[in-house]
């Protein structure tokens, strides 16, 4: 699986990047960037987190 985000939703305010740093990263100009798409064993329970966490939905995960 892969992490998808709807940027129309996103309003960078920094959530899922608290919950799974691996993965989300708000850069220099505040907008968010996804630093690692993939779902691992690793990160899985991290990214559902970010995913449950987010107010605007705007994180979802779609097949490789
Ligand atoms: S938690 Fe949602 S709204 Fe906040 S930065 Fe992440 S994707 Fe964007």
């Given amino acids: 699986m892969k992490i998808k985000v709807?940027?129309?939703l996103c309003e960078s305010n920094a959530l899922c990047e608290a919950l799974a740093p691996q993965n989300f990263e708000i850069d220099d100009?505040?907008?968010?960037q996804?630093?690692?798409?993939?779902?691992?064993?690793e990160n899985r329970d991290a990214v559902a987190q970010a995913i449950a966490a987010c107010p605007k939905s705007a994180i979802s995960l779609v097949e490789d």
């Fill in 34 to 41: 996804i630093i690692e798409e993939n779902v691992t064993d």
């Fill in 29 to 32: 100009d505040d907008f968010l």
């Fill in 6 to 8: 709807d940027f129309d």
